[in-house]
């Protein structure tokens, strides 16, 4: 017999049919809306929380999910809705397009209370780093054949900034972390009204890393 922790108390779930294979659905009432003929909102973003860290399928598709885990807490969809529903932005993740984030204030390897936090997609999208195609080279980097030089760029807003040739990539790469450590900022200050606080100080002393 398998069992959960469930906020200190032991539940059984010989016979729960798992969500995702890890999940228990101790909601009170059925998650299904026949009204609308789909799942509540609620258990959609816990859900889709669960696949993003146990669904070989989601992970064949999205590799960097590999090695996420989520709080054992967080297996139970009322331990999650309770956590998550105190959190600034948690209205916007149900019924406008907020996401569940849980790079910003951590390593991004664990879903819980203390290391997730609802962003706007615009935040969201900047804080994934599009890695080279070459190990050999940092994250804004690539190697311009027709100069021999390394070449950094970044994206911001929608817009493409060119930030220049150099001889050595970890010079083009601290260009690179330069830039985006602005973007930063420019991004905490555009939402600090709508996010909470410590996602806000972590923006503004967010920093890049290499690889």
């Known amino acids: 017999m398998k069992f959960i922790k469930n906020r ?3 539940l059984s779930i010989k016979n729960r049919k798992l969500v995702v294979g890890v999940g228990v659905n101790d909601w009170d009432v059925s998650t299904w809306d026949n009204s609308i003929k789909r799942d ?3 258990y959609l973003l816990w859900k889709s929380m669960l696949a993003r860290a146990y669904s070989p399928s989601y992970q064949k598709r999205y590799p960097t999910y590999k090695g996420v885990s989520v709080d054992s807490d967080w297996l139970s969809i009322t ?3 309770a956590d998550v529903s105190s959190k600034v932005g948690y209205r916007k993740a149900l019924f406008s397009n907020w996401v569940l984030d849980k790079d910003l ?3 991004g390897r664990l879903y819980s209370k203390e290391t997730c936090c609802f ?3 615009e935040i969201n999208g900047f804080l994934t780093h599009k890695k080279s195609t070459s190990n050999d080279t940092p994250v804004g980097v690539s190697f311009h054949k027709l100069t021999n030089k ?3 760029e970044i994206r911001f807003n929608g817009k493409h900034y060119y ?3 150099f001889e050595d990539k970890l010079e083009a790469f601290e260009k690179y972390k330069e830039r985006k450590e602005e973007f930063s ?3 905490a200050e555009s939402w600090r009204n709508e996010i909470e606080l410590p996602a806000y100080n972590a923006l503004m002393n967010f920093k890049v890393s290499p690889y």
């Open 8 to 10: 200190g108390v032991i």
């Open 79 to 81: 331990n999650f809705i």
């Open 150 to 152: 390394y070449k950094a």
């Open 185 to 187: 900022k420019v991004l």
């Open 163 to 165: 930030l220049g040739l």
């Open 40 to 42: 509540i909102p609620e």
């Open 105 to 107: 204030l951590s390593d």
């Open 119 to 121: 962003l706007p997609p």
